[in-house]
């Protein structure tokens, strides 16, 4: 069974290309352009691993991963952002929560997106 992995990201450009990189290296992969859309993805999606970035309108990423902490504890957190500030609440999240996550910065080369999104995946 293929790896699920759902892409969250405003900027559809970069959730689509996201959702491409995936796909061709054999994951099956879904994208949304909102933290609301991606937590009701998720439900009935059911991914192993949200790709998602933080800086968004309205409901950021890490309210999403919060969201979706309390619904399907097991699913992996790669996070995206272009704002170094970013990794300060990142810290924060991780904190309050205790659950990792990973955090790289765009732009991301795929090949090491790819690489951390299957580290992430091969945890228990």
């Known amino acids: 069974m293929k790896q699920r992995v759902l892409v969250v990201d405003d900027d559809h450009l ?9 796909q061709a290296n054999g994951y099956e992969c879904e994208a949304v352009y909102s933290a609301a859309d991606g937590l009701a993805r998720a439900r009935t999606f059911i991914p192993g691993l949200l790709l998602c970035d933080i800086s968004m309108p309205e409901q950021n990423g890490l309210q999403l991963a919060e969201a979706l902490h309390h619904e399907m504890p097991d699913c992996k957190l790669l996070m995206l952002t272009a704002y170094a500030s970013n990794a300060v609440k990142v810290e924060q999240h991780v904190s309050r929560t205790r659950r990792p996550l990973k955090l790289l910065s765009k732009p991301c080369r795929p090949e090491l ?3 951390e999104a ?7």
């Open 113 to 115: 997106l790819l690489h």
């Open 118 to 124: 299957q580290t992430l995946l091969q945890t228990a």
């Open 14 to 22: 970069v959730a689509d290309t996201l959702n491409l990189v995936f």
